[in-house]
């Protein structure tokens, strides 16, 4: 705490954070607050992650050059 700047607080009990959690995690979404995806939205997602999988298959390859060469040398 900002001691001397501000009073200080009393801290929130567990039951009150359990309520707050609770009342964040389990609330309806309020309609048009989410975004409206539609029907092939996870079709598209499978497809680009496998137009990325060479890339990142390289950039991994890449990195644990990187790592070897930085444990020869102690880094």
Known sequence: MAHGHIDEFEP???DTIADIATGHLFAPTPPGAGPELDDGW????IAARWRTKEA???LDD???RVDAIAAR???
């Open 56 to 58: 990142f298959d390289e």
């Open 62 to 64: 890449l990195l644990d």
């Open 42 to 45: 996870f079709e598209r997602g």
């Open 73 to 75: 040398y102690g880094v």
């Open 12 to 14: 929130l009990r567990p």
